[in-house]
């Protein structure tokens, strides 16, 4: 049953979102510049220690909680691989360390249109060899994503499986997988998606990859097979348009034999995670996270 919080956010939210019917499209800046309001969503954390480090060429936010274990987070960013930064989502990945008593890394990749696919996958994989370089072991790094991050993390884990590395394993949150947007959760969660709808995802899709083809399984990994990846932890709101993205992943890699957790949360918004601190699902599901990363790694 949602919090009463959660259906506060949700009125909130709605309120928004009605004052920009009608407004013009926007533009990549503009949306860049309003997706670092997510940064403000949680709330913030004093028992984080948070500095900037180099990944394999690229910036990263680096977390450090207290009494810190070995295990690795590498989280992929969300903001449809067109927006979104470490700072828009480092009270995320702040809650996360703390939580999980692991160093979280909050990759700063490259975005579209300037940079499309695979560009922000080849700075995953390189961020990921930066760390095995530093003496991380691969058994004890997980893979994170949230909305388009979520394809970047479960493109490089199928990568990585497919080359003989087995890491700890993955974490989805809210993710956009599929970037065909053909998925019946586009329209029956279409009023209810506070957030994200498809006519707005179609630019950003065409973003990301510009030749149009969607149905390449890098693009859309959770078109890929997906046997032999380590296990996977899937979150989504019941009522978001993504909600399918997340359940096609969590069956086809049911299906193909990998461990999956798959939690679904009722009225929460997109990426609910991002208000830590001040979302009681957005606590419970970090804490979920934490204590299943704990038995997995």
């Known amino acids: 049953m949602a919090s009463e919080l959660a259906k506060k956010l949700d009125a909130d939210l709605r309120a928004w979102t009605a004052g920009m019917v009608g407004a013009a499209a926007p533009s990549v800046e503009s949306l860049r510049e309003g997706a670092e309001g997510m940064g403000t969503f949680g709330a913030e954390r004093d028992d984080v220690v948070v500095d900037e480090v180099d990944m394999g060429g690229r910036r990263a936010l680096r977390h450090v909680p207290q009494d810190v274990g070995a295990g690795v987070i590498l989280h992929l960013h969300g903001g449809g691989l067109t927006m979104g930064s470490p700072e828009s989502h480092t009270r995320l990945a702040a809650h996360l360390a703390a939580r999980s008593k692991m160093t979280v890394y909050n990759l700063d990749f490259r975005l579209a249109p300037e940079h499309p696919f695979p560009a922000a996958i080849d700075d995953t994989a390189a961020a ?155 606590d419970e599901a970090l804490q979920s996270v934490a204590d299943w990363a704990s038995k997995v790694a």
């Open 128 to 282: 990921f060899g930066w760390l095995v370089a530093q003496g991380a072991s691969p058994g004890r790094i997980f893979l994170s994503g949230d909305s388009g991050g979520a394809a970047l993390a479960l493109s490089t884990l199928i990568d990585l499986t497919r080359a003989g590395t087995r890491v700890a394993g993955g974490i989805f949150m809210s993710p956009w997988a599929d970037f065909r947007l053909v998925s019946g959760s586009f329209e029956s969660n279409d009023e209810s998606d506070v957030m994200c709808s498809r006519p707005m995802m179609l630019p950003l899709r065409q973003n990301y990859c510009p030749s149009g083809d969607f149905e390449n399984v890098r693009v859309s990994p959770a078109l890929a097979g997906l046997a032999g990846l380590p296990p996977l932890m899937i979150q989504a709101s019941a009522v978001e348009v993504l909600l399918d993205d997340a359940k096609l992943i969590a069956q086809r890699a049911g299906e193909a034999g990998v461990d999956v957790t798959y939690e679904e949360y009722d009225i929460v918004p997109h990426v609910f995670q991002l208000f830590a601190g001040n979302l009681p699902e957005a």
